[in-house]
Structure formats: structure tokens, C-alpha cells
């Protein structure tokens, strides 16, 4: 038992130590009050003049205490007093360790443990603590709920750390290799190797670079460089850029845009890859002889843009660990390119500019949403 709980039980027992003497002068006073207006009808004296006869008084007031003391009724009484006065501070006590103590103790154990590194560690909550609403089972959730993030954190660090070591490995290798085989004759040193190479290079480059924005976003530290933009400006920059690769599938790309213009504050570097990143996963989704259709209006000083495809959908899976780093679908290979973190790069950018993105499926296939604030 802590020192509390101690604390509560003796601060109890006098409580009940003083209610009893204050029964007991009580009942003393009532006894002598009873006595004096007795002798005083009995004698015919008045009260004011009792003085001389409270001796006398004194002396029939504790004959007939002893009296009533022999039948044992008072002795019961005094006996039940004592009885509460011991039992009440103990159940007090059991009350206490059982609702406040016990989950306390448990929590501090988890919480040691948690401080260890043991992100597994929850505090018992059993159907009673569920049922309560007080501050102690509040916090007993609420540390739980933390300690399930946390390990949620730490799974996806250890995740991102392989991914990163193998994203990483991959291209060093294919580097190395190559550059082995040039040093022992076996690849001939020429423009085309050199180019390969190179393509290499720019790989492991842009793997770094991604990595690199993608934290600083996420930290809340990345810069931009914000200016008054065009929305539709941007939007026909892009899908020209992606014209022959759309071309090559026999890919139709449909741009529905408003006369009027729609400004935005915006890096447009930054939206620029977001933009890229969300129509060439539309292109490599989307079947030959299909099309991508881009809406943009304005709604209430807001810009919605819609990228819709008309490829087989989000899966289920893809729907909720497409912002995930390094998360690639099923369908789509190593080889395919690309690092895995294209989607999650463009949700951190999109959120550095006060916007949402949100992946849906529509009737004719994929549809990524786009929301800004306009000037």
C-alpha cells in the first residue's frame, strides 16, 4: 500500500475519532441537561439555584449512567463505533488501491517499459475502466492511444530504413558492375555506356533528392518559392511534356479548363512534380487506347483539380497505402521505374501549400483530387 493510500487511512481514522468524541460530548450534556430538569421539578428548585445541589445531581446522573451501562446497551453502541472507526479507514483504503492505485501502478510499469524501447507496452483496461469516464481511465486510454502511434512510428522508420538501404543498393550496384566491367575490358568504354552510366546516376540522384524534399516537407522546413500563378498555365505545361508519352499508348488527354483564370500561391516547381507525379501514374495505368481527362474549376475561393483515368481503379490496398514511402501496387514492377516515392512526395508538397489531395475510383476508373486555395 503506498504512502498515500496510508495517508487516507489515518487521515480517516481521526476523522472518525473526532465525529465519535463529539457524540460523546453530546450525549454527556444531554444526560446532564436531562438531570438538571429533573431535580429541578422534583425539588421545586429553580435552575439558577441548582448549584448547590449539582453535586447531589452529579452523583444520580452517573448512578443512573451505570445503570443503563449494566444493560449493555451503550457498551453495543461504543462497540459498533469502534467497529466502524477501524473497518471504514481499511474499505477506504481497498476502494482506493482497487480504482486509483492498481491502474496508476500499471501504467507506470508500461510507461517503464515503453522508456526502454518495449513499444508494445499497454496498460490492462478491463471491461470496468472501459465503462468509466473519470480522469484516471481517461488517461490510461489516452497513453495507449500513444503508445500505439508510437509503435506505428517505429514500424514505419525500421520500414523506410530497408526501403531506403535497398532503393539505395540497387543502383550503387548497378553502377558498380558496369564500372567493374570497364576497368577489366569486359564492357567497352564508350558514349552508349557512358550514357547508361549516367542514366544511373540521375536515378540514385533523384532517389536522394526526393528523399531529401519529402522530409523537409514533412518537417514543416521546406522552402518555396511561392508566386502568383495560373492554374491553367501549369496545367497545359505539363500535359505538354506528357504528350508523347501519351502518344506512344494512343492515350487521349482531355484538358477541361475555365476561361476565366484561376490564380494560386504556389511554387510552381513544387506543383510542377506534384502535377507530373499524378499524370504519369495515370499513363502508366492507363490502357492503350484509353483517356485521361483533367477538370479544373473554382468554388468559393477554391481551385479543385480532378485527374481521372480510364484504367482498372484503385485497389483497395492501393487506396490506403498510396501515401505510404516506397509503397508500389502490385501491378506495377521494379521494373516499371521509378522509386515509390512519387505519391507520398505529392501529398507532403500539396500539404506545404494549405491543400489536400485524396485518391478515389469513379465510373470510368482512378481519380486523384486535388484542393487549393486561390487568390
Given at each position: 500500500?503506498?504512502l498515500?493510500?496510508?495517508?487516507?487511512?489515518?487521515?480517516?481514522?481521526?476523522?472518525?475519532?473526532?465525529?465519535?468524541a463529539?457524540?460523546t460530548?453530546?450525549?454527556?450534556?444531554?444526560?446532564y441537561?436531562?438531570?438538571?430538569?429533573?431535580?429541578?421539578?422534583?425539588?421545586?428548585?429553580?435552575a439558577?439555584?441548582?448549584?448547590?445541589?449539582?453535586?447531589?445531581a452529579?452523583?444520580?446522573?452517573?448512578?443512573?449512567?451505570?445503570?443503563?451501562l449494566?444493560?449493555?446497551?451503550?457498551?453495543?453502541?461504543?462497540?459498533?463505533?469502534?467497529?466502524?472507526?477501524?473497518?471504514?479507514?481499511?474499505?477506504?483504503?481497498?476502494?482506493?488501491?482497487?480504482?486509483f492505485?492498481?491502474?496508476?501502478?500499471q501504467l507506470?510499469?508500461?510507461?517503464?517499459?515503453?522508456?526502454?524501447?518495449?513499444?508494445?507496452?499497454?496498460?490492462?483496461m478491463?471491461?470496468?475502466?472501459?465503462?468509466?469516464?473519470?480522469?484516471t481511465?481517461?488517461?490510461?486510454?489516452?497513453?495507449?492511444?500513444?503508445?500505439?502511434?508510437?509503435?506505428?512510428?517505429?514500424?514505419?522508420?525500421?520500414?523506410?530504413?530497408?526501403a531506403?538501404a535497398h532503393?539505395?543498393?540497387?543502383?550503387?550496384?548497378?553502377?558498380?558492375?558496369?564500372?567493374?566491367?570497364?576497368?577489366?575490358?569486359v564492357?567497352?568504354?564508350?558514349p552508349?555506356e557512358?550514357?547508361?552510366?549516367?542514366?544511373?546516376?540521375?536515378?540514385?540522384g533523384?532517389?536522394?533528392?526526393?528523399l531529401?524534399v519529402?522530409?523537409?516537407?514533412?518537417?514543416?522546413?521546406l522552402?518555396?518559392?511561392?508566386?502568383?500563378?495560373?492554374?491553367?498555365?501549369?496545367?497545359?505545361?505539363?500535359?505538354?511534356?506528357?504528350t508523347?508519352?501519351?502518344e506512344?499508348?494512343?492515350?487521349?488527354?482531355?484538358?477541361?479548363?475555365?476561361?476565366?483564370?484561376?490564380?494560386v500561391?504556389?511554387?510552381?516547381?513544387?506543383?510542377?512534380?506534384?502535377l507530373?507525379?499524378?499524370?504519369?501514374?495515370?499513363?502508366r495505368?492507363?490502357?492503350?487506347?484509353?483517356?485521361?481527362?483533367?477538370?479544373?474549376?473554382?468554388?468559393?475561393q477554391?481551385?479543385?483539380?480532378?485527374?481521372?483515368?480510364?484504367g482498372?481503379?484503385?485497389?483497395?490496398?492501393?487506396?490506403?497505402?498510396a501515401?505510404?514511402?516506397?509503397y508500389?501496387?502490385?501491378d506495377?514492377?521494379?521494373?516499371?521505374?521509378g522509386s515509390?516515392?512519387?505519391?507520398?512526395?505529392?501529398?507532403s508538397?500539396?500539404e506545404?501549400?494549405?491543400?489536400?489531395?485524396?485518391l478515389?475510383?469513379?465510373?470510368?476508373?482512378?481519380c486523384?483530387?486535388?484542393?487549393?486555395?486561390?487568390?
Amino acid at each position: 500500500m503506498t504512502l498515500t493510500l496510508w495517508g487516507v487511512v489515518l487521515f480517516t481514522a481521526f476523522m472518525v475519532f473526532l465525529v465519535l468524541a463529539i457524540i460523546t460530548e453530546a450525549y454527556f450534556k444531554s444526560m446532564y441537561q436531562h438531570s438538571t430538569e429533573i431535580l429541578s421539578q422534583r425539588f421545586g428548585i429553580p435552575a439558577e439555584q441548582l448549584e448547590k445541589v449539582v453535586q447531589e445531581a452529579g452523583t444520580r446522573a452517573e448512578a443512573v449512567l451505570e445503570w443503563r451501562l449494566t444493560r449493555g446497551d451503550e457498551g453495543e453502541f461504543f462497540l459498533i463505533l469502534l467497529a466502524v472507526t477501524v473497518l471504514l479507514p481499511f474499505l477506504l483504503a481497498w476502494w482506493s488501491s482497487r480504482r486509483f492505485a492498481r491502474p496508476l501502478t500499471q501504467l507506470s510499469r508500461a510507461a517503464h517499459l515503453l522508456t526502454r524501447g518495449d513499444f508494445s507496452a499497454r496498460v490492462p483496461m478491463d471491461k470496468s475502466l472501459e465503462r468509466r469516464g473519470d480522469e484516471t481511465a481517461l488517461l490510461l486510454k489516452d497513453f495507449n492511444q500513444m503508445a500505439a502511434s508510437l509503435e506505428r512510428l517505429e514500424q514505419e522508420r525500421r520500414y523506410s530504413l530497408a526501403a531506403i538501404a535497398h532503393e539505395l543498393r540497387t543502383p550503387v550496384t548497378v553502377l558498380r558492375g558496369r564500372l567493374e566491367g570497364v576497368r577489366d575490358g569486359v564492357l567497352a568504354a564508350g558514349p552508349v555506356e557512358f550514357e547508361k552510366l549516367l542514366g544511373h546516376a540521375d536515378l540514385l540522384g533523384k532517389l536522394i533528392e526526393d528523399l531529401q524534399v519529402l522530409s523537409l516537407a514533412e518537417a514543416g522546413a521546406l522552402r518555396l518559392e511561392q508566386q502568383h500563378l495560373v492554374m491553367q498555365d501549369l496545367l497545359k505545361r505539363v500535359a505538354g511534356d506528357f504528350t508523347a508519352k501519351a502518344e506512344e499508348k494512343h492515350i487521349g488527354l482531355q484538358l477541361d479548363l475555365p476561361l476565366e483564370p484561376v490564380r494560386v500561391n504556389g511554387d510552381p516547381e513544387r506543383l510542377y512534380q506534384v502535377l507530373g507525379n499524378v499524370l504519369g501514374n495515370a499513363l502508366r495505368h492507363t490502357p492503350p487506347h484509353g483517356h485521361i481527362h483533367i477538370q479544373l474549376v473554382e468554388d468559393r475561393q477554391k481551385l479543385i483539380l480532378e485527374m481521372a483515368d480510364s484504367g482498372p481503379g484503385f485497389t483497395p490496398e492501393a487506396l490506403e497505402r498510396a501515401f505510404e514511402r516506397f509503397y508500389r501496387s502490385p501491378d506495377r514492377g521494379r521494373q516499371s521505374g521509378g522509386s515509390g516515392l512519387g505519391m507520398a512526395l505529392s501529398k507532403s508538397l500539396i500539404e506545404a501549400h494549405g491543400g489536400q489531395i485524396e485518391l478515389f475510383n469513379s465510373s470510368s476508373g482512378a481519380c486523384v483530387r486535388i484542393t487549393l486555395q486561390t487568390q
